[in-house]
């Protein structure tokens, strides 16, 4: 089975195995059936079912432990899981016209702060962006992406100049685990200029990092227009 098929597999088992625990069909401490037998019962391999088994457990849904088997974690810390938008949609959904532009584009050394985000080693090169989405023609949000082609390597015939980053990577490169972080900055002189402000106001900005089986997608910081109003729906997995 080829990678993206297994990975595709792994995650509707995990969505299947959740269902069972948000729905109490496996209750707090109840020992989910091995591996063998859930590779069975999925028509799938058992590296599939470990890959799908270490999604929940990463999510606080389940306890892994070696010789004792799988059991569902009692009083599971409540998460939630998000979708990251596509820019080009949420400009378009306000009945604004969408564009795109990128402003620098090379491989670069990652600095330590980057390197220390996603868990590369300082200096490792990747491919850095910056690119602002337009509604309007007006500033709408400014990027600073770094791309990691190994875990990614379709991405390295994709001209980002036509099509954005944030698009190709929604639609074609599904992540594992994600980290976002939100925070006040104000605006420097890149800031300013890039968003048509001034330096010194407030942003709403954005750090958001995804990984896969093969290491860190991308990490990316978002900085939004002044008066930026972020919502998030989530799915939270109720307490028992």
Do not use: C
Not at 154 to 180: C, F, I, K, Q, S
Request: proline share 5%; hydrophobic share 40%; glycine share 6%.
């Amino acid at each position: 089975m080829a990678a993206g098929a297994a990975s595709s597999k792994a995650r509707t088992i995990a969505d299947e195995v959740r269902r069972r625990i948000v729905e109490g069909q496996w209750r707090q401490g109840d020992r989910i059936p091995d591996e063998a037998d859930l590779a069975i019962e999925f028509d799938a391999a058992r590296a599939t079912v470990n890959k799908a088994l270490q999604l929940l457990a990463n999510d606080g849904l389940l306890d892994r432990r070696r010789k004792a088997g799988t059991r569902v974690t009692v009083d599971p810390v409540r998460k939630a899981s998000f979708t990251i938008s596509i820019v080009r949609e949420q400009v378009e959904q306000a009945g604004m016209a969408y564009s795109y532009r990128v402003v620098a584009q090379r491989r670069s050394p990652v600095p330590a702060g980057v390197a220390a985000r996603i868990g590369l080693a300082q200096g490792e090169v990747l491919v850095r962006m910056r690119a602002i989405h337009y509604a309007d023609d007006r500033p709408f949000q400014l990027e600073d992406r770094w791309l990691n082609l190994r875990a990614t390597p379709a991405l390295t015939g994709v001209d980002m100049r036509h099509l954005n980053a944030n698009e190709w990577l929604v639609r074609n490169a599904p992540y594992l685990r994600a980290e976002m972080a939100f925070s006040a900055e104000n605006a420097d002189r890149r800031d300013a200029r890039l968003l048509g402000t001034q330096p010194g106001r407030a942003l709403l900005v954005l750090y958001r990092s995804t990984w896969n089986d093969l290491g860190p997608i991308t990490t990316v910081r978002v900085a939004f227009q002044p008066g930026h109003i972020v919502g998030t729906e989530g799915n939270f997995w109720p307490d028992r």
